[in-house]
């Protein structure tokens, strides 16, 4: 039997100390990156349609999650406003914006003849708040990049955004404004170059084609390829048009691909990326229908495999936006992105559920963090075809090794001819950090936790 001395009792198994313990274990490594969340939680509460597969209510059932854990008290919180027409239209196109704004259920009518110019259908059905909704997460991703250009964080989180089929005139694959378009041409404002990786089970195509022919933002997905699948493109042989030849890269894969493939191809196409287009930023897309067991999916990969692709991002420090995506089974998609945000907190939890948080019968019957989503579909991805397509986009890399543009140290003039009012803001609020704000900081690199400064 153990024995407690008094001051063990008192200072390490008070009521109040239990009571606070953190369900998660510090790793205590000697720095941190500074963390925000940015989550406005109206978002979760728009519905597409009771047989529509995208539920907005899976937001809601991740932030109990990342609550359930505490993992709220180690980094700052932000609840951002909407996105302006006017930030919106800094890639969108007017008319389908204007669309966007007017149509609603009870006037659709009136509409009827411009849904197949705007895509609206089955996949992009007219719904209640529609144009709220999508305000609301795309003000999150904008509000996500301004902290890290502000070097207020170093990772940035919007789990509600990560919507990368939305087109500059179109609405596609139940996305209707592309908020990762606008965050990374924010991000353009003062990082020379920006790699977009993206590990949704789908081509992340408007993104690709909202840079195919420039060299100022890498995009490397990977995702299920057949011609078929959805959106249909993302082989390995698109690879960008004009100064940005080579600048796209995709990792076209077949069905059922398993843990260990997934890591080491993941991990051996993404850093010689790194290290050949050397960008200033990262922004890291993290679909979790790329899990097994995805109402639309088609892979085996169980969550510690998705957070081990965001970790080993993570490991390069860079600053480095992280957002959601697809993933249509609520109860994997909340567990996958709170292992997530933990990953980013370099933070370990406990791989039961916390049994105090809302809704946590979804999780029956593991409570796991960790639940068994692998083996359901045949691995058609042999060790040939993998270290074939990873030839192929190596193949692209040795185009980028010693092209000028790479040797680029200014922040260029800018690409599309931004609003010089909100670069000066922004410069303003850059320089208007107090000496306080930075002592703050020291601290928290003194390895003073940063709970105590949630927001
Ligand atoms: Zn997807």
């Known amino acids: 039997m153990v024995i407690t001395t008094w001051e063990e009792a008192t200072l390490s198994y008070d009521h109040k100390t239990t009571k606070e ?23 979760s509460r728009f519905h597409f349609g009771v047989r529509h597969p995208m539920k907005p209510f899976r937001l809601m059932l991740t932030d109990h999650l990342v609550l359930g854990y505490k993992l709220h008290e180690c980094m700052d919180l932000y609840r951002p ?22 149509v609603t259920p009870d ?8 849904f197949t110019k705007f895509n609206i259908g089955d996949d992009c059905p007219i719904f209640d708040g529609m144009y709220d909704y999508s305000s609301i997460y795309t003000g999150a991703s904008l509000d996500a990049s301004r902290k890290l250009i502000n070097e207020q964080s170093d990772i940035a989180i919007n789990w509600s955004g990560g919507l990368h089929h939305a087109k500059k005139f179109e609405a596609s694959g139940f996305c209707y404004i592309n908020d990762i378009v606008l965050g990374i041409l924010n991000l353009l404002r003062y990082h020379p170059r920006v790699l977009y990786i993206d590990i949704d089970v789908h081509h992340g195509d408007g993104v690709q084609e909202a840079f195919y022919a420039t060299d100022r933002v890498m995009t490397l997905s990977f995702h299920k390829y057949n011609g078929d699948y959805f959106p249909g493109t993302g082989n390995v042989d698109e690879i960008g048009s004009g100064v940005g030849k080579h600048y796209s890269l995709n990792v076209p894969l077949r069905d059922g691909i398993d843990d260990d493939s997934y890591i080491r191809l993941f991990k051996s196409i993404v850093e010689p990326v790194l290290t050949s287009y050397q960008p200033g ?32 991002v993570r490991s390069f420090n860079l600053p480095m936006m992280v957002v959601g995506g697809g993933g249509y089974t609520p109860r994997n998609v909340s567990r996958l992105w709170c292992l997530e945000t ?15 948080i809302p809704f946590v019968k979804y999780f029956a019957p593991d409570y796991s963090l960790f ?24 193949e692209q890399l040795r185009y980028l090794n010693g092209a000028p543009s790479i040797q680029m140290q200014e922040v260029p003039p800018d690409l599309m001819g931004y609003d010089q009012e909100t670069d000066c803001a922004m410069a303003d609020e850059r320089s208007d950090r107090t000496t306080d704000e930075r002592d703050a900081e020291q601290e928290a690199k003194d390895g003073v936790r940063r709970g105590e400064q949630v927001e």
């Open 21 to 43: 313990k953190p369900f998660y274990e510090d790793f205590l490594s000697s720095w941190k990156p500074r963390v925000s969340y940015h989550f406005n939680e109206e978002v």
């Open 81 to 102: 406003r909407r996105a302006t027409r006017e930030e919106i239209l800094e890639f969108h196109d007017d008319a389908y914006i204007d669309f966007l704004q007017r």
């Open 107 to 114: 006037n659709v009518k009136e509409f009827t003849k411009v």
């Open 281 to 312: 930023a990262i922004v890291l897309q993290c679909g979790a229908d790329s899990l097994g067991c995805d109402r639309l999916g088609c892979f085996n990969l169980n969550t510690k495999a998705h957070a081990e692709c965001v970790r080993f």
């Open 342 to 356: 933990s990953v980013c907190l370099d933070v370990e939890l406990d791989s039961r559920l916390p049994a105090s």
């Open 371 to 394: 639940p068994n989503l692998s083996g359901k579909i045949d691995n058609k991805n042999s060790r040939k075809y993998l270290e074939s397509v990873k030839t192929q986009v190596m």
